[in-house]
């Protein structure tokens, strides 16, 4: 439930943006289109550059959502004067959108040194440990199709550091990629399964065995319209380059991809939360840029104020056949109102019963909150990110804006089976933070993941054949030989999921048999050999005790440039060299 604690915005406030929006100056203007955000362009809508000298654009039609006062454009102006927004001389307006491309400088600059990371803060979770198969035969998790892990590690190793090892979430860095699995033809079966089962290459005992589950990718013209809400953080931790700045660059590419029927409003959070733009249609880009040019960071962090204050907007415009998220722009640092994790996540919780989604994206370093990122995303069925430069923000906001936009599917769960006469013990690497009670699987009162139109989700299990030496010693009293049954089948897969918005869930099922081994890696798709190069560097930055010391870093190298295959954007190239970054930083 809601504290008390976030309910301290007025309601007359709220209706003044929602019901008398529209009499607003700003909001009687015709539709500005888009175009090159000048201080001239932006004065036209409302927004006045601050002064001569530094061009920085913002509203003398001020107001705080709190005091119920009239509605402006700009963020609203907090009580205490010594965190008043600041001028940011240096900091240039967003260049027009003809500039979004790969070959833009990458950010944060070097010239900003990184911060004291003592202060960060990651969940914590301990490796999942080998289960026999004839105690525990079934493994049930939810699927995870977060990314953030991957640039958070990226963002350590490229300042030549290691990552905590509770950073280093094995499945999100095998997530990151995209693999290429064959994709469904029709929306009414939205995943396709595709597997693997190869030796192990740091364990001669074991083989892996690699689950990729494509979803149904929509066409575009299919897909429904979108109510969006901007909930941008412009506290005074967010005054780096790497923070707002960079969260600015990142929403004026998700701007780009709007249509004219997609609709997004913001609301600006330091101190007191209000709102900055109120909604306004696909067509209006130029007005959505310069209002992003007009936030400045200051204050304090209230996080639980703009959380309450984004959702009760995108409700008022909640629209059935619309996609309705809420987009959470911040390093996390949440001091102000309610900044406990656990109950910002039951608020979050409640929230997505009305059908409004939350998605987060982290900007910072020193005093990132990975926790209160995790804790939100996981709760709001939405999806979890990093972003640690512009090339980021282009992958996660323009490459991969079905997938992180349009929901194909809810509550997706996996259950793994696995046949006794066959395998005698498994591991599931990664998704320690995921895993769920077997009889979760059926009940669909349990909340697990989205996923989004043309997503993957790709998990490896470490699997021990019968007959092979186990891991631990089979027992002297009532250990009992395993039964004899199902044929040539090592596993049984069941994925099971809701459509968007529905509360009845359907499922698809597949065995696991011998047509889907491998006699060795070399033999197995690029897909696998890729994914278990990317495992194994997640599993050795961790520290996990499962890989062999005879399988170094340059044998992960050697694995994952031989995987590289087509690689148009450059990403699988850059987690090459990630791999020897690493073994500068952990030295073995």
Not at 487 to 503: H, N, T
Not at 564 to 588: H, M, N
Request: with cysteine.
């Amino acid at each position: 439930m809601a504290s008390s604690g976030l309910r301290i915005l007025g309601s007359t406030a709220l209706s003044l943006l929602i019901a008398g929006g529209a009499s607003a100056p700003s909001l009687a203007l015709s539709s500005p289109g888009d175009g090159a955000v000048t201080p001239e362009a932006c004065a036209a809508l409302g927004y006045v550059a601050s002064s001569e000298r530094d061009h920085r654009l913002t509203s003398p039609r001020r107001a705080t959502m709190a005091q119920g006062a009239p509605v402006g454009m700009a963020p609203p102006p907090l009580p205490i004067p010594s965190i008043q927004p600041r001028s940011e001389s240096k900091a240039p307006a967003p260049p027009p959108p003809a500039v979004y491309g790969y070959a833009s400088p990458v950010m944060p600059s070097p010239a900003f040194a990184p911060q004291a990371r003592d202060t960060e803060k990651y969940p914590g979770a301990v490796a999942n440990p080998v289960k026999r198969v004839a105690d525990e035969p079934v493994s049930t998790f939810s699927i995870d199709v977060d990314t953030a892990a991957y640039a958070n590690v990226r963002r350590f190793l490229n300042d030549a550091s290691a990552p905590p090892r509770d950073a280093v979430r094995v499945e999100e860095l095998i997530n990151y990629f995209d693999y290429g699995y064959a994709r469904p033809t029709a929306k009414d079966a939205p995943f396709k399964p595709t597997v693997a089962v190869v030796p192990s290459p740091w364990s001669k005992d074991r083989q892996l065995l690699h689950i990729g589950v494509q979803g149904y990718a929509a066409p575009r013209a299919d897909q429904p319209p979108l109510n969006l809400v901007f909930l941008i953080d412009t506290s005074g931790s967010m005054s780096g380059e790497d923070r707002l700045p960079l969260a600015k660059k990142a929403l004026n590419v998700l701007i780009d991809q709007l249509r004219p029927q997609d609709r997004v409003s913001m609301v600006a959070y330091a101190g007191s939360a209000g709102a900055v733009l109120s909604p306004t249609d696909g067509r209006s880009k130029l007005k959505m840029r310069c209002a992003l040019t007009a936030l400045q960071s200051g204050g304090s962090t209230a996080g639980g104020q703009g959380l309450e204050l984004a959702y009760a907007l995108a409700k008022q415009n909640l629209d059935p056949k619309a996609v309705n998220r809420v987009i959470l722009l911040t390093d996390g640092d949440f001091n102000v109102g309610i900044a406990d994790p656990a109950r910002l996540k039951d608020f979050v919780s409640d929230q997505r019963k009305s059908g409004v989604y939350l998605s987060v994206y982290g900007f910072g370093r020193g005093n990132y909150n990975d926790t209160m990122m995790q804790a939100l995303a996981q709760n709001g069925n939405g999806t979890a990110a990093y972003v640690d430069s512009l090339q980021e923000a282009r992958k996660l906001l323009r490459d991969d804006f079905d997938s992180a936009l349009f929901p194909i599917a809810d509550d997706v769960k996996i259950q793994v089976e696995f046949n006794p006469a066959k395998v005698a013990e498994y591991r599931l690497i990664g998704y320690e933070t995921r895993l769920l009670n077997r009889e979760d699987f059926n009940n669909d009162q349990v909340d697990a993941g989205e996923v989004g139109s043309g997503a993957a989700v790709t998990a490896i299990y470490e699997i021990t054949p019968v007959g092979a030496r186990p891991s631990s010693d089979p027992l002297r009293y009532g250990d009992k030989a395993p039964a004899r049954a199902g044929g040539d089948e090592l596993a049984f897969l069941k994925i099971r999921y809701k459509p968007p918005g529905g509360s009845a869930s359907k499922l698809i099922e597949r065995p696991i048999g011998a047509g889907d081994v491998r006699s060795n890696l070399a033999a197995a798709p690029e897909a696998t050999r890729f994914a278990v190069a990317v495992a194994a560097y997640g599993q050795k930055l961790r520290g996990d005790p499962w890989v062999d010391d005879g399988f170094d870093w340059n044998a992960v190298t050697a694995l994952a440039q031989g995987a590289r295959g087509e690689d148009p954007y450059g990403l699988r190239a850059e987690f090459v060299q990630l791999t020897r970054a690493a073994k500068d930083v952990k030295g073995s």
